[in-house]
């Protein structure tokens, strides 16, 4: 029987992937079908008035003043249809609730597209959630409520914490629980866990579904094997249900009922076998997760950790004999191997990388665990309660938790405001991080340690391409809702120009900025005459603003805004005709002054 297994193992691996490559072939790129809203846009449709009826799928969150939510479409016009749409309407005072049948009077649009390859864009964001139109009305009413007790629960669970720990503190806590998806957290703690590297803490994933299995288990090790699996099974089905069919939460899930059947069948699992088991079945299952962001990093992570991780682990200890080489090297193989594997999808998706994330996740980690069990009991609390004992309990019983919760944010906020804490290396061409892979898989697989010196070419050749794009000069101009952005880049610096100045034109700025892999401008020229409450968000971006709007003249002819190799002039011999010259090295542009608009 022993000599059979390995042929038995290759045939199952061989049937897995046959499998797997048919379901991609026959899955096409999602499209919208002919009943779909989008099928009525058109100009003379976005244009036009229409009643729409739907049910609202998620709840929806509120911004800045304005609302959105995802609906399933029933009918436009009285028409059948079937679909999905983005209702948008402004201003909103509070979110449409998943489960809501509303009727709206509105207009039609497609989303709008990627305003440069490097940015995400609305018609992306969508598409991922199968939906391909827009729909902004003003004149919004609910006619229905549908009983809906999971997504009752997850909101019992946000608010009931928030108002009893405050927002911030509140919210990292049903974030531990919920996952991040399901809860609405403030830009700046979304932004301090990304650049410190903790991001992982806020999304559900497989370290939060393992402290409440972990600990289900442990509670249950006197009981008999059926009551083991039922409770395992149950916690791992409420954790599913409360985060929701992320694809995090289902790799989570699904490697945990495996292990967990091997586990109490008497047999030793085989981490890798149940990893690559899972991820095949999600791809079979539901092809379009191989696309998701979420998807490839949780499944990097878990195969750095899988594969990668003991081996570093023995390294480390043996290069650190002393008394606290075993809690060192256990405590920094498992991040380190989980940030190697993850390395080049953070390069290819977003262009940077958190630079104290090893430091950020050793500081977290005696924080984390306890955090997350808390709040996961705290969570059973609310919903097992009735309400009214909940709101008596609840302030007493989150007290410690939320002190330790606002100790993990100080933490995370001090972190993120070290110097250089996020390396920004502009994102690179997909053929680029191929070659940044094949140079870094010899150090991350033990077996081809052989191969190391072999494939360190590789990895050389990758970062001097990379540094090469980011030295050269260019002129990166940017078209987006009758606004226009100029990013001149030279020797690794940038400056700006934007036709306007308030805060979604500094948004944008901010992202295109960071997608070309710099941290500060040298300056910034905002064209824009309307005065706006947004210059705080843009002296955030550059040492120097030249803004119209806050009394700055205009450039004269003859004067200009420069650095070394950037300028901006308004040149004599164009005086009068409202044009501007903007130089980058030796790449230059004319655009007009009055909107920004560069002159083909």
């Not at 597209?113 to 004149?139: D, I, M, Y």
């Not at 899930?253 to 292990?259: D, F, R």
């Amino acid at each position: 029987m022993p000599a059979r297994l390995p042929k038995a193992r290759i045939l199952l691996l061989f049937v897995l992937m046959a499998l797997l490559s048919l379901r991609l072939l026959w899955a096409s790129a999602p499209n919208p079908g002919p009943q779909d809203p989008a099928a009525l846009i058109s100009t003379k449709s976005q244009a036009a008035m229409l009643w729409l009826e739907g049910r609202v799928l998620v709840d929806g969150p509120l911004r800045d003043g304005a609302c959105r939510a995802l609906v399933q479409v029933h009918r436009i016009n009285g028409q059948r249809r079937s679909g999905r749409t983005e209702l948008q309407w402004r201003p909103c005072r509070e979110g449409l609730r998943a489960g809501a049948w509303i009727r709206a009077r509105g207009r039609l649009r497609a989303p709008a597209p990627a305003a440069h390859p490097l940015l995400s864009a609305p018609a992306q964001r969508l598409a991922a959630h199968g939906a391909w139109s827009q729909f902004r009305t003003k004149a919004l009413e609910v006619t229905g409520q549908d009983w809906t007790p999971l997504a009752d629960a997850r909101r019992r669970i946000a608010t009931q914490f928030q108002d009893a720990a405050g927002p911030d503190r509140g919210g990292l806590l049903a974030a531990l629980v919920l996952g991040s998806a399901q809860v609405q957290l403030s830009a700046e703690l979304r932004d301090g866990f990304r650049v410190a590297g903790l991001s992982h803490a806020l999304a559900a994933s497989g370290f939060h579904l393992s402290v409440l299995l972990g600990t289900t288990l442990a509670l249950a090790r006197s009981w008999p094997a059926a009551w083991r699996l039922s409770s395992g099974a149950g916690a791992m089905g409420l954790f599913l249900a409360l985060a929701g069919a992320q694809p995090s939460v289902v790799r989570a899930v699904l490697m945990g009922s495996v292990a967990l059947l091997i586990r109490e069948g008497g047999q030793r699992s085989r981490p890798l076998g149940v990893l690559v088991f899972s991820l095949v079945l999600m791809v079979l299952i539901h092809p379009a997760w191989l696309h998701s962001i979420g998807f490839q990093l949780s499944a990097a992570a878990t195969a750095g950790l899988v594969i990668t991780a003991r081996p570093l682990e023995l390294w480390l200890a043996a290069r650190w004999p002393h008394r606290f080489g075993p809690w060192l090297s256990t405590a920094l193989s498992v991040p380190l191997a989980a940030l190697l594997w993850t390395l080049p999808l953070q390069l290819l998706h977003f262009g940077s990388t958190p630079l104290y994330a090893l430091v950020a996740n050793l500081l977290a980690a005696p924080l984390l665990a306890p955090l997350t069990l808390a709040s996961m009991a705290l969570a059973l609390v609310v919903l097992v309660l009735p309400e009214g004992v909940t709101l008596l309990l609840l302030p007493w019983l989150i007290w410690p938790v939320k002190h330790l919760a606002a100790l993990l944010i100080a933490m995370v906020t001090w972190i993120s405001q070290w110097p250089f804490a996020q390396l920004l290396t502009g994102r690179p061409q997909p053929w680029v991080v191929l070659l940044l892979v094949l140079g870094l898989l010899p150090w991350l697989l033990q077996h081809w340690c052989g191969l190391r010196l072999r494939t360190l070419p590789l990895l050389l050749l990758a970062v001097l391409i990379q540094a090469m794009v980011q030295l050269a000069d260019g002129l990166v101009v940017v078209e987006q809702w009758g606004r226009h952005w100029l990013l001149a880049r030279h020797q690794g610096r940038a400056a700006l120009v934007s036709s306007h100045g308030d805060r979604r034109s500094c948004a944008l700025a901010r992202r295109l900025v960071e997608a070309h892999g710099h941290r500060r401008l040298d300056w910034v020229a905002l064209l824009d005459p309307v005065a706006s409450d947004a210059l705080h968000c843009w002296r955030a971006l550059a040492r120097t603003v030249l803004a119209e709007h806050q009394g700055q003249p205009p450039l004269a002819p003859g004067q200009r805004l420069a650095s070394a190799g950037l300028e901006l002039q308004a040149p004599k011999q164009m005086a009068g005709q409202g044009l501007l010259l903007l130089q980058a090295g030796r790449r230059r542009v004319n655009l007009r002054q009055a909107t920004g608009r560069p002159l083909k």
